[in-house]
């Protein structure tokens, strides 16, 4: 089997940017010819611009250099990554000490005369994707090219004749693997129509159907974006528009799957998986009875009878046997069954995995915090990371002087050098000591009683 695959010719036509796909692919050879002639082998990869992004990528790609690509774009995230590479692409003042830093500075826009618009690409090219790790560190995962492309196509046997001709639009980061796989890598691989920058808010979006004149649209999106439309669903005024519907990043709530099947005629279809395994179910929910988790028909799903975890067997990965989770389930059948929890500390929260040990170990960090347990609590917005923090003597002694404001406003200063906003604990409670057993275990019942 050979190891370069060209890409497929393509009608993609980049919507926001008015370009074809043959402009687009000229853009990418433009950029390839530079990586060419420069030595470094492996680049880390940020850029906030989707379209950039993608002519980066691809360029990246087709010179045959590794790629990494950070999960957001904190400082310190981007300095972890840089032990891995040898240089860093992308539109931002991106500037570190004995790395080669390449800007595109607005040569996506200049006229190219590179008229070869065939892409090749190479399969066995590794891909390191960071996402946040059951021990709290952030994880690096390495895939191939060759496990993106597979499951694109497979999507695309499963799904592709719902999508049809719609154009694909999004609210989610190209960054991570469900935004790089759904939004980007499918509709330039199938050749459909892509607004790849990510809507922030649905009205958006809405707007952009009849600016744009777009007839059908299938929506990339994520938990978050959906439970928004419970009070108010913008969406119905384009419900004729909407092709098909995406959300992964963690289970929908029923409420707003039966909602949605409601007020515009179809439910979402939502993914399971992650950045280590890619896709393994998907369902989609009209009724309270459409509960269970159906495995894709290239994954195989069993039950660890030990752990009483889900364990598959995978594509998309690299490692041959079973490879186990985190998620306990109830298996139903072969193919089928129903989730029942974690066993580790990962929560998703707006389609982002968010490590609450992680953010415990930022927050010990400091050097005016003794102790901190970190939670989840739901209110009128949604899930968010919650603290209970125990002050220094000297910190204790500030905050009897202050307000409880104060020092909220300041640890969520010193987190943003570390985490992502929507990692950043939303709530804290301030108290003399953490609540241990004689055993030295945390009640944490008892801790989530503050968010109550």
Known sequence: ???????????????????????????VHFHRSIFLENPAE????????????????????SAKKAIVLPQNGTANQLKSCLDEV?????????????????????????????????????????????????SGKEKAIDKKLSHLLTEVKHLEACFGHLLNNSCIVSTVSHQHIYGLLFKLIWPIWTGRSVILQPYEYPEHLCHDIAKYQLGKV???????????????????????????????????????????????????????????????????????????????????????????CLKIKSPYISQTGWYACDDKINLISCNQFELCGRIDRIVKIEEKRVSLDHVQQCLKALDFIDDVYCSTAVNK??????????????????????????FNRQITALLQQDL??????????????????????LNKKDMEKFFD
């Open 86 to 134: 040898q240089g860093v692409a992308g539109s931002q003042a991106l500037a570190f000490e004995n790395t080669v830093v390449y800007k595109s500075d607005g040569i996506l826009e200049s006229d190219v005369t590179h008229k070869n618009t065939e892409i090749t690409v190479y399969l066995n090219t590794k891909i390191t994707l960071y996402t946040s790790g059951s």
């Open 381 to 406: 917005r949604g899930l968010q990371v919650v603290a209970v923090v125990v002050l220094t003597a000297e910190a204790k002694d500030k905050l009897s002087q202050s307000r409880n404001l104060v």
């Open 218 to 308: 299938t929506l990339m999106s994520s938990p978050a974006h959906f439970h928004r439309l419970i009070k108010d669903n913008v969406y119905q005024s384009i419900s004729t528009h909407i092709a098909c519907m995406f959300s992964s990043g963690g289970p929908l709530s029923l409420e707003a799957s039966l909602q949605l099947a409601e007020e515009l005629k179809q439910s979402p279809f939502e993914i399971l998986g992650s950045t280590e395994t890619g896709g393994i179910a998907w369902r989609q929910r009209f009724t309270v009875q459409d509960q269970y988790w159906t495995a894709f028909d290239n994954i195989k799903v069993a039950l660890d009878d030990k752990t009483e």
């Open 420 to 441: 992502e906003a929507i990692a950043i604990p939303k709530r804290f409670r301030y108290i003399d000591a953490l609540p241990y057993n004689s055993s030295g275990k």
């Open 42 to 61: 492996t680049w880390l990869l940020y850029c906030e611009d989707a379209y950039e992004f993608s002519v980066l990528f691809f360029a990246l790609l």
């Open 1 to 27: 089997m050979t190891n370069q695959i060209i890409l497929p010719s393509s009608k993609t036509f980049f919507v926001s940017q008015n370009k074809t796909y043959q402009q687009w692919a000229e853009s």
